[in-house]
């Protein structure tokens, strides 16, 4: 799964990008052309619990893949259309991580001389709406046109559905927020509509409005829309966290009344967005956790793990993360009747740990 960062000039995605891959000060690529990949490990206390209890050789957290997305930096005071670099970028993504500035600092001015983070989120979705409703119209002229020459059953369908899409966008609504069947939703994939995509907005805030971030983030609740989350953070400060030794980054977090990294709270924030969840594999060689979406049947989370797994899957022998915690071992989860066998039509829950039972 990929993640875009994008945002604004001067309003901290660069930062971000690199606290989130560990880079360190004068590191992170600030004068590449070229988008920047990196993949960062999902924080899970559960997997550390898990590791504590079963002191394996090796542990592997579950990974995203975020992707620093280029050629957004018009200072432009109204939407006039994304640039072909920033589209090429940005298409192939699973959502947009919106970097939104909400801080003075006066060595690097807003774009747009202002810090107003409703307008810079009104501005950037602007954008995006201008960018869905160019590529609809150019298709609904093509297959108006092919229609009269084929009277393609299929292209007639697709007309119809981009017509709603049109009639959506004309209300000023996102397509994420549109009702689709699956095999329309199948379709619209192929579009790859920056509006139909999950939106975290990340608000970048002063280190002195941490303590306000809360009020910040529900005085923009208006613009959540389905799949839409909103989460903030200091980048300079997490920048800051992340340079630090063990030791020291838990003092400096306490100094500022800080429980963990807000860039923890990010990934996870990003993962669940995509309508993820975590299962695990325990044992003396390694533990580990799986991403998988969430409704996944238990053959097919087999599959993540090993594809022989899914074509050979018997059953999945289960027990949920807190039962093993409560009764801090799997044969005393065997006694209690909650360590069990599922079979096919089991669908996975968040923070279950599976052994598969497989026929080579």
Same mark, same amino acid.
């Given at each position: 799964?990929?993640? #875009?960062?994008?945002?604004?000039?001067?309003?901290?995605?660069? =930062?971000?990008?690199? =606290? +989130? +891959? &560990?880079?360190?000060?004068?590191? #992170?690529?600030?004068? &590449?052309?070229?988008?920047?990949? *990196? $993949?960062?490990?999902v924080p899970d206390a559960r997997l550390d619990r898990l590791t504590a209890m079963f002191n394996p050789k090796r542990k592997f957290n579950t990974t995203i893949e975020y992707l620093k997305v280029l050629g957004f930096d018009s200072g432009a005071e109204?939407?006039? @259309?994304?640039?072909?670099?920033?589209?090429?970028?940005?298409?192939?993504?699973?959502?947009?991580?919106? %970097?939104v500035r909400a801080f003075e600092n006066d060595m690097f001015p807003h774009p747009l001389g202002r810090i107003d983070p409703a307008k810079d989120m009104e501005f950037i979705n602007a954008e995006f709406w201008l960018s869905d409703m160019a590529i609809i119209e150019t298709r609904v002229e093509r297959l108006e046109k092919s229609i009269k020459k084929t009277h393609l059953e299929t292209e007639q369908r697709e007309l119809e559905l981009i017509t709603r899409c049109k009639a959506h966008l004309e209300q000023e609504r996102p397509l994420r927020e549109m009702e689709l069947f699956a095999e329309e939703e199948k379709l619209l994939r192929t579009y790859q509509f920056l509006t139909a995509k999950p939106l975290l907005y990340v608000l970048n805030i002063a280190e002195s409005k941490i303590s306000q971030a809360a009020e910040l983030e529900k005085s923009l609740a208006k613009y959540l829309t389905p799949k839409c989350v909103i989460t903030s953070l200091s980048a300079e400060i997490e920048k800051e966290i992340s340079e630090l030794n063990e030791e020291d980054a838990q003092v400096f977090m306490q100094d500022l009344g800080i429980t963990e990294p807000a860039l923890n709270k990010l990934i996870r924030a990003s993962y669940e967005l995509l309508g993820l969840i975590s299962f695990f594999t325990v044992g003396e060689d390694e533990c580990r956790s799986w991403t998988i979406r969430a409704g996944t049947k238990?053959?097919?989370?087999? *599959?993540?793990?090993?594809?022989d797994l899914e074509r050979g899957f018997i059953r999945a022998e289960t027990v949920h993360y807190e039962d +093993?915690?409560? +009764?801090?071992?799997?044969?005393?989860? &065997?006694?209690? #009747?909650?360590?069990?066998?599922? @079979? &096919?039509?089991? %669908?996975?829950?968040? *923070?279950?740990?599976?052994? $598969?039972?497989?026929?080579?």
């Open positions: 799964m990929q993640i #875009g960062i994008v945002g604004l000039p001067y309003s901290g995605k660069t =930062t971000i990008f690199s =606290t +989130l +891959l &560990k880079h360190k000060s004068g590191e #992170g690529g600030h004068h &590449k052309i070229e988008a920047e990949r *990196g $993949i960062v490990k109204k939407p006039q @259309g994304l640039p072909s670099q920033f589209i090429a970028n940005i298409k192939t993504v699973d959502a947009i991580l919106l %970097v238990a053959p097919q989370a087999a *599959g993540a793990i090993h594809s +093993l915690i409560a +009764l801090g071992s799997l044969h005393a989860c &065997k006694e209690k #009747g909650v360590l069990r066998l599922e @079979g &096919k039509e089991y %669908v996975v829950k968040d *923070g279950d740990i599976l052994n $598969i039972r497989f026929s080579a």
